[in-house]
């Protein structure tokens, strides 16, 4: 017996053979088959010829007993596939009935099977003998009771066919025989005890009763082959209109057939009745849920989705939609293929089901695709926009890219999107467009902090340099000239700016914001250059006092001969650093309308008027306060307090030029004064004629008024007699008389140590064997008598100046 095609399905004790049964299933390739398939069962007395007859109907193996052996009965139920028979097949040999009354006992495996071939089969056949018809005590009588008793418990008729197969039929011809046997069937029926619903119910509505009659296999084999031969016939394709089983109903898809038969089979154990339409719904259920959990593992294991799945883990994979929607469409018809004969509501809710798992499966790549879409797409807007903002304004730039790139992203997410579903991505897409929206923003403030860099550094450039120039020739004009210089400059890089800012399409407030800020930006270059140059404003006035005192109109130095009017000089400088010090007070860009100037000028320069001569009597001093009048603080650079403190330093400062000038002018006076009148000269060069013509005669005298020379020469460059005589004839003799005997000291001195001296190379030796302090000491003592006399000729009488006070 060839294993692969036959296999007990249930063995004697009631025991299922699952495994048994799914090999055979693989083996007749039973799941390609759908609803193109028929089930043919046998029943009948033991020993019937039962199994002799399947094997030459179907040319299957079924153990028949062998003759010469010894007594064989099929115990259970077997079940093969006949062979050559369209549609497939599949027989089963049922253990034989012992032909006694059993009763009630539905436990008995006799009915069990015979409910078991009721409810699996579209043809059963009866193997009766040919002697049997019409015999009280046929053997095949309880058989046929039963399978009418158990008919009944499968709830709706499957119209299956019962062919009576009559054996070793004798001389009598089948046509006298079927109606004797057609009544026998009849009269079983109507003694069978049914339900209510169907007591009315024809026998016709249940089954199709056909008969046949064979010749003994024993007496006529030939015949009987023969015969066999043509009933064969008649099973090919028997599930077709008019077949044998050609109204059948409730047929299970072959797919199902293992689990239905075993479901049957369970249910019969339990002796619970058969609900036929139930166990169909159930079948497909379990079955469409077995196929459905069979499509989504071989979906997960197919190495294309993997490649995908793996692949979009990195990066975007273009034409996901159309594959990922083809693998599905695949997985869901070969579900359709599978399940199509399954109970329509259930396959198709089952459909359901799978398909959501399967998008389930899917959504995450397709998540992970359109993230890396996004951040692929928001990338190149980046690239694109940086490059197209060389070429274009930035708000066309900025709205050009955004439309372009957000086209780009539908048309990257309708080609991952997936048939069989629609999934939103606008959520992501959202997400790109803040993204982007959040680039341009930062873009465009970057490029507008640039702008206002640049325009604010333009504006410092035109207004530092001018403004300190301004500040520095401080004058009435100045805040004037100021004022326009700023307006004029602001003015210009506001348009400037206003047009950079063009391509940007600001909204109002914004540019006026911006504007705003330069404008501001521009006074605030003014004034933090104006507060620089009053914290100079000192030197500033210094500066300008020297300017003013020691140089003239021609700006030519100063030489204080005497002539200048010292004082009337002093106060035009002063005037001058006082006005300086009240342009620096205070910033003036708006209108000046403040009193600052006055104020100075009353409080510091013309104190000269009458009755403000003496201060003790001075009650108001309008300098006493810490804000000018009509000034706001933040406007004002130095208060009147300050300045009243400035004042006195400046004044303090410069007073030692006055008086360095007044002392010039007068030594200058006295220089022109040092000698003896012309007059006196004269008389003395006539009255000293004879004596001096004397002296020129004797060359003794010759020789001594030389030895004065020289001494009086030396006399000459130690005193530096001209210097002294500088600064006046009677400070000059009154030093002269104190320094004149030291120096004669000194000069004899050295004109010994002179003689003295031996030759040069022992004084050379000398010297190198001289302590370094000694040679220093000694070159000391002259540079301090030589210093000492400067800083005596230096020192002059202290002059109190009228002006200082
Ligand atoms: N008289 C007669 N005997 C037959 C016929 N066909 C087979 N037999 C004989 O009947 C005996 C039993 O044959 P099987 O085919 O084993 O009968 P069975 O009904 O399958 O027996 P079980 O399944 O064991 O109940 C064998 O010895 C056969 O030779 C027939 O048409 N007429």
């Known amino acids: 017996m060839d294993a692969c095609f036959s296999t007990q399905l249930i063995d004697g004790d009631g025991a299922f053979n699952v495994s048994g049964l799914e090999n055979f299933m693989k083996e007749v390739k039973m799941g390609e088959c759908g609803l193109s398939y028929a089930v043919v069962s046998i029943m009948g007395p033991q020993s019937s010829g039962k199994s002799t007859l399947l094997n030459h109907l179907f040319r299957t193996n079924f153990r028949e007993m062998d003759a010469f052996?010894?007594?064989?009965?099929?115990?259970?139920?077997?079940?093969?596939?006949?062979?050559?028979?369209?549609?497939?097949?599949?027989?089963?040999?049922?253990?034989?009935?012992?032909?006694?009354?059993?009763?009630?006992?539905d436990t008995a495996f006799e009915k069990q099977s015979a409910l078991f071939a009721l409810a699996v089969s579209d043809i059963v056949l009866i193997n009766m003998w040919c002697h049997d018809i019409g015999r009280e005590q046929a053997a095949n009588k309880p058989l046929l009771k039963t399978v009418f008793q158990v008919m009944m418990r499968l709830f709706?008729?499957?119209?299956?066919?019962?062919?009576?197969?009559?054996?070793?039929?004798?001389?009598?011809?089948?046509?006298?025989?079927?109606?004797?046997?057609?009544?026998?069937?009849?009269?079983?029926?109507?003694?069978?005890?049914?339900?209510?619903?169907?007591?009315?119910?024809?026998?016709?509505e249940f089954f199709n009763v056909e008969v046949v009659a064979l010749s003994s296999y024993e007496e006529k084999e030939e015949l009987f082959k023969e015969q066999v031969s043509s009933l064969r016939d008649r099973f090919q394709h028997s599930i077709a209109p008019g077949g044998l089983a050609g109204d059948r109903r409730g047929v299970v898809p072959a797919s199902g057939f293992s689990f239905s038969s075993q479901q049957f089979w369970k249910v019969i154990k339990e002796n619970k009745d058969l609900d036929l339409p139930a166990h169909k719904v159930m079948v497909a259920t379990v079955r469409c849920e077995e196929i459905g959990n069979e499509k989504i593992a071989s979906f997960t294991a197919d190495e294309e989705w993997q490649q995908f799945e793996e692949a979009v883990q990195n990066d975007y994979v273009p034409g996901f939609g159309k594959k990922i929607s083809n693998l599905l469409e695949r997985c869901l018809s070969e579900y359709d293929m599978e399940a199509v004969y399954f109970d329509e509501g259930v396959r198709t809710s089952k459909r359901h089901q799978l398909e959501s798992k399967l998008l389930q499966l899917v959504n995450p790549a397709y998540q992970n695709l359109l993230d890396h879409l996004r951040t692929r797409t928001l990338e190149a807007f980046k690239e694109s926009f940086d490059k197209s903002l060389e070429k274009e304004g930035f708000a066309v730039a900025a709205r050009d890219c955004t439309k372009a790139f957000l086209e780009k992203f539908d048309k990257g997410s309708e080609d991952a999107a997936i048939q069989q579903v629609k999934w939103d991505p606008s959520k992501i897409k959202d997400k790109l467009k803040r993204d982007i929206e959040a680039h341009v923003a930062s873009v465009r403030a970057k490029k507008l902090s640039e702008l206002c860099a640049k325009y604010e550094g333009q504006l410092t450039k035109a207004l530092a340099e001018p403004v300190e120039a301004l500040l520095d020739s401080a004058s009435e004009e100045t805040w004037p000239a100021i004022r326009k210089l700023l307006q004029r400059e602001t003015k210009s890089a506001v348009s400037g700016f206003e047009s950079a800012?063009?391509?940007?399409?600001?909204?109002?407030?914004?540019?006026?914001?911006?504007?705003?800020?330069?404008?501001?930006?521009?006074?605030?270059?003014?004034?933090?250059?104006?507060?620089?140059?009053?914290?100079?404003?000192?030197?500033?006035?210094?500066?300008?006092?020297?300017?003013?005192?020691?140089?003239?109109?021609?700006?030519?130095?100063?030489?204080?001969?005497?002539?200048?009017?010292?004082?009337?000089?002093?106060?035009?400088?002063r005037s001058a650093s006082m006005k300086l010090l009240s342009t620096?007070?205070?910033?003036?860009?708006?209108?000046?309308?403040?009193?600052?100037?006055?104020?100075?000028?009353?409080?510091?320069?013309?104190?000269?008027?009458?009755?403000?001569?003496?201060?003790?009597?001075q009650s108001f001093d309008p300098l006493a306060s810490s804000s000018w009048e009509r000034v706001p603080e933040e406007k004002t650079l130095i208060t009147p307090v300050q300045c009243k403190s400035l004042w006195r330093q400046f004044k303090a400062e410069t007073e030692y030029t006055v008086t360095q000038a007044i002392a010039a002018q007068e030594a200058n006076k006295r220089n022109?004064?040092?000698?003896?009148?012309?007059?006196?000269?004269?008389?003395?060069?006539?009255?000293?004629?004879?004596?001096?013509?004397?002296?020129?005669?004797?060359?003794?005298?010759?020789?001594?008024?030389?030895?004065?020379?020289?001494?009086?020469?030396?006399?000459?460059?130690?005193?530096?007699?001209?210097?002294?005589?500088?600064?006046?004839?009677?400070?000059?003799?009154?030093?002269?008389?104190?320094?004149?005997v030291p120096t004669i000291m000194n000069i004899l001195k050295r004109l010994a140590d002179e003689g003295q001296r031996p030759a040069a190379p022992e004084r050379q030796r000398e010297m190198e064997l001289q302590p370094k302090s000694t040679r220093n000491g000694s070159h000391s003592n002259v540079t301090s008598a030589g210093s000492s006399s400067i800083t005596s000729s230096e020192s002059g009488p202290e002059y109190s100046s009228p002006i200082a006070h």
């Open 156 to 204: 709706s008729p499957r119209k299956t066919t019962l062919l009576f197969v009559i054996r070793d039929k004798s001389k009598t011809p089948l046509e006298n025989l079927e109606p004797i046997l057609r009544e026998d069937i009849q009269k079983i029926w109507d003694g069978v005890p049914k339900p209510h619903a169907h007591k009315e119910t024809p026998l016709s």
């Open 501 to 573: 800012m063009a391509s940007f399409e600001l909204d109002e407030v914004t540019q006026k914001e911006l504007l705003s800020k330069l404008e501001s930006h521009g006074r605030s270059v003014v004034e933090s250059k104006a507060k620089e140059e009053a914290a100079r404003v000192l030197i500033r006035m210094k500066d300008r006092f020297s300017t003013l005192f020691s140089r003239d109109a021609d700006s030519m130095p100063r030489v204080w001969t005497g002539k200048e009017d010292i004082k009337a000089i002093t106060k035009t400088a």
């Open 584 to 617: 620096m007070a205070a910033i003036r860009l708006d209108e000046d309308g403040d009193n600052i100037e006055n104020t100075l000028s009353l409080a510091l320069v013309d104190t000269a008027r009458p009755g403000t001569t003496d201060r003790s009597i």
């Open 672 to 740: 022109n004064n040092w000698l003896p009148p012309p007059w006196a000269l004269a008389a003395m060069a006539i009255l000293g004629f004879n004596e001096f013509m004397t002296l020129l005669k004797n060359p003794l005298y010759l020789g001594v008024i030389f030895v004065v020379f020289l001494v009086g020469k030396a006399m000459w460059v130690q005193l530096d007699i001209a210097k002294e005589f500088q600064n006046g004839f009677l400070p000059a003799v009154l030093s002269l008389s104190t320094k004149f």
């Open 69 to 105: 052996k010894g007594r064989h009965t099929t115990k259970g139920i077997w079940l093969a596939k006949a062979h050559n028979i369209e549609p497939c097949t599949l027989v089963m040999d049922l253990e034989g009935t012992d032909g006694r009354e059993r009763g009630e006992d």
